[in-house]
């Protein structure tokens, strides 16, 4: 088997009158523990009209017989790549969708009617051009470790801070273009995407709900490549409009402030029935990390 010229689904564009296609892009190498949540948490959408694009690095950890059992419901190649950006790009290039998602292979929707919410906000308001949602941070298991609320969209407050979780994310394909990523940003990648997208005009607003999961595993970015981080966060001061200076740094800890309260308000709706597997306790110890955990200080397991 040519992993390289694996496909399989369908790459049709739904008729308009049926609503609009969505397409949910996912980079994956290696990530078979967490696979089968993701693909599951797109498959029991109950929005009809979505293509789910998945493009592997070249996994050699079953990610690819997943990914084949898949059938019909996935597009996907597994070849490989220069990086996540790389991957994302060439989904899109492959994808047809009015509307994008993307999350990572890691990641998951929260619940089944996250795309029909989001899909009925964009026809409710045809001017918006990208909608994000909260995000809740989970252990490699599904332990839910904070809720990651997502503040009003402000550019001010964009240019200061990242308010935006990557999987929460929603936007409009005429607002994109292709490339969809800055390839040499390989950690603020969306970060980039967001700044870019509002210094073309491109309008932003949030959905008051939970939309997906950022899972906290021990090979994720942040945890591996900070110096990468940093570098990649000098770039984006010098191509925006950034506010990094030490007289910013009053926001910066008000929003972290406020996402934790905020974030603490929205606990009661992180519940059943979930669209990623979690154990029975799933919020187990969240109100104490949610307001008074610093991250330097949760279990290894949560690193």
């Not at 969708?97 to 929707?109: K, L, M, Q, V």
Request: charged content about 25%; overall charge negative; proline content about 5%.
């Amino acid at each position: 088997m040519d992993c390289g010229q694996q496909y399989s689904g369908r790459n049709q564009q739904a008729p308009q009158s049926r609503g609009p296609l969505v397409s949910i892009l996912t980079p994956s190498y290696n990530q078979v523990a967490w696979l089968s949540d993701n693909l599951r948490s797109v498959a029991c959408q109950t929005y009809p009209h979505i293509e789910h694009v998945v493009m592997d690095g070249g996994s050699t950890d079953g990610s690819v017989e997943i990914l084949e059992a898949a059938g019909d419901s996935v597009i996907w190649r597994s070849e490989s790549d220069e990086g996540q950006s790389h991957a994302i790009n060439k989904a899109f290039q492959v994808s047809s969708g009015e509307i994008i998602g993307w999350i990572n292979s890691d990641d998951a929707y929260f619940d089944c009617r996250v795309i029909e919410d989001v899909v009925a906000y964009f026809e409710a308001h045809p001017a918006t051009d990208v909608v994000y949602g909260h995000c809740a941070q989970t252990t490699a298991d599904g332990m839910m470790i904070q809720i990651l609320w997502a503040a009003p969209f402000s550019g001010e407050l964009l240019r200061t801070v990242d308010i935006i979780s990557q999987p929460g994310v929603f936007i409009r394909r005429r607002v994109l273009s292709d490339p969809m990523l800055d390839e040499s940003f390989h950690f603020t990648m969306d970060y980039e995407l967001w700044l870019r997208l509002e210094a073309a005009g491109a309008r932003f607003a949030r959905i008051p709900r939970i939309v997906a999961i950022d899972r906290h595993q021990s090979e994720r970015k942040s945890s591996t490549i900070l110096d990468v981080h940093a570098a990649d966060m000098k770039r984006l001061a010098e191509r925006y409009d950034m506010r990094f200076g030490p007289e910013w740094e009053r926001a910066r800890t008000l929003f972290y402030l406020q996402q934790r309260i905020s974030g603490a308000l929205l606990i009661p709706k992180a519940r059943p029935p979930l669209a990623f597997t979690h154990p029975p306790d799933f919020k187990r110890g969240l109100l104490r990390r949610q307001l008074l955990t610093r991250r330097s200080r949760w279990a290894e397991e949560y690193r």
